[in-house]
């Protein structure tokens, strides 16, 4: 059995400026899936794989991810007067003290260098990356699935999507030596080539599970696609030293990172919840069927 997997980390250093001008004065990380920030989707899915200890990689102006995991004596002395002190039905999470811990960027080198500079917090052990404004629908959470691909087979994990060719230079793209149709063995990996040049239309999305050797790799900062420091880059210098896989996992992936993405997933979600799906569907009726 390989080494468990009790590390996460987060990279939540980015900018946002795709979704300017709500981003200016919040992280990109807390916009709000119906009433969730991306963020905490993304901390759940990690909890219902295992992981214990939560590392984010953060930057200037994301004060409020560390507020949003941390007790508010406030607000909670409120809802208790109210009646409403049970916060877990509130959706409320809190983070156990000393299973959390926040570093800093302080560069925006690429998401290789945010890894990176999660390297004494993670130590010499296999963990996961999971990045928040990729969103999963799932029956059993996406992180999950990997956790159990990898107890079967160790080395490095992806969740990999099929995307239209022309979709190739958004994401890393692997190169596939072995696909049984959900398992993929993979041989090589390229970080956003151009259709022509992609070996293959499965991405990487933003979950992974890797060995601590890829900090070596990332030691290096060698500057690859839009001279950022990419995770992709890295992985790839490890193929040959231990087994790579990915899972085409079952749920569906919304990429919160565009426009298009981030509106499918809050209805996607919105309709998951018994108290909003009739008036919603009616809504979503009455639109389609007035509007051209
Ligand atoms: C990152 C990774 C890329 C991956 C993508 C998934 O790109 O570098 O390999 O396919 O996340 O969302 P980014 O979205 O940060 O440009």
């Known amino acids: 059995m390989p080494t468990p997997i009790r590390k996460a980390v987060f ?15 919040i992280p990109k990380e807390m916009l709000p899936v119906v009433d969730k920030p991306l963020i905490q989707y993304a901390v759940e899915e990690a909890k219902a794989a295992g992981i214990e200890e ?4 953060t930057g200037r102006g994301k004060q409020a991810i560390e507020d949003h995991f941390d007790h508010s004596a406030e607000l909670e002395a409120l809802l208790s007067a109210r009646g409403q002190a049970d916060l877990g039905a509130l959706g409320m999470l809190h983070l156990p003290p000393g299973a959390v811990a926040y570093t800093r960027q302080q560069d925006p080198l690429g998401l290789g260098h945010a890894v990176w500079c999660a390297r004494h917090l993670v130590g010499d052990e296999p963990f996961a990356v999971l990045l928040a404004d990729e969103l999963v629908l799932a029956d059993t959470p996406c992180l999950a699935q990997l956790v159990s691909l990898y ?13 239209p060719r022309e979709q190739t230079s958004r994401y890393g793209i692997v190169d596939i ?12 990996m390229v970080e956003k080539p151009s259709p022509a040049a992609a070996p293959s239309t499965v991405s990487i999305i933003g979950r992974y599970i890797m060995q601590p050797s890829v900090f070596a790799e990332l030691e290096r900062k060698e500057k690859g696609v839009g001279g950022e420091i990419q995770l992709t880059d890295a992985l790839a210098r490890l ?4 087994p790579f896989h990915g899972l085409r996992f079952e749920g569906e992936r919304f990429d919160c990172g565009s426009k298009a993405g981030f509106l499918k997933a809050q209805i996607a979600f919105a309709l998951k ?3 909003l799906r009739d008036e919603l569907m009616a809504y979503i009726g009455d639109q389609a069927g007035s509007r051209p």
């Open 54 to 57: 939560f590392i984010f990689v």
């Open 151 to 163: 107890d079967r087979v160790g080395g490095c994990v992806f969740a990999l999507a099929d995307v």
């Open 273 to 275: 919840r018994p108290e």
């Open 239 to 242: 193929l040959g030293r231990m």
């Open 11 to 25: 990279p939540v250093g980015g900018l946002g400026t795709r979704f300017l001008p709500a981003t200016k004065a």
């Open 177 to 188: 030596a072995r696909d049984d149709g959900r398992v993929i063995e993979i041989k090589g």
